[in-house]
């Protein structure tokens, strides 16, 4: 039954590399990682970024259609967890959010030199099993 769940790979880097990458993924400054990303064409995605595009569009279409609003915007309006979800980054990997084992493996383990390091402060793997996951609050009536 494992070989039906989607994984996910997320690193966090470290506060002198967090803010570089999130205006230029592709900033020489943080070599390796994105040589490491292109070879698995793999992208980052701040979670605080996506967290702030969630609330927008929400915010533009209608907030009742987005079960997550008020968690996310009070997320995001949190400094404590602001400065934390600004160093989390969620890997795409070709183009997705989730992706199949094989290839979560693999990123996994061409990241893992760098953790630790002077730019990645650490790495998590997840996987779309809900007994893993917090599952979304019930949409209110």
């Avoid at 999130?22 to 292109?38: G, Q, T, V």
């Avoid at 968690?71 to 992706?99: C, M, Q, R």
Wanted: with cysteine.
């Amino acid at each position: 039954m494992s070989e039906d769940w989607q994984y996910q790979v997320r690193i966090y880097l470290t506060d002198d590399f967090a803010a570089t990458a999130r205006c230029d993924p592709s900033d020489p400054s943080l070599a390796p990682l994105p040589a490491i990303l292109a070879e698995h064409d793999a992208a980052l995605k701040c979670q605080y970024d996506a967290f702030a595009g969630y609330v927008a569009e929400a915010e533009r279409n209608g907030v009742d259609r987005y079960p997550l609003y008020e968690w996310t915007k009070a997320t995001i309006e949190n400094p404590a967890k602001e400065a934390k979800y600004t160093k989390s980054f969620t890997l795409y990997v070709g183009g997705d959010e989730v992706y199949d084992r094989t290839k979560a493996d693999a990123l996994e383990a061409a990241l893992q030199p760098l953790i630790g390091g002077d730019i990645v402060s650490r790495m998590t793997k997840h996987d779309t099993n809900p007994a893993n996951n917090p599952q979304p609050p019930e949409a209110r009536n």
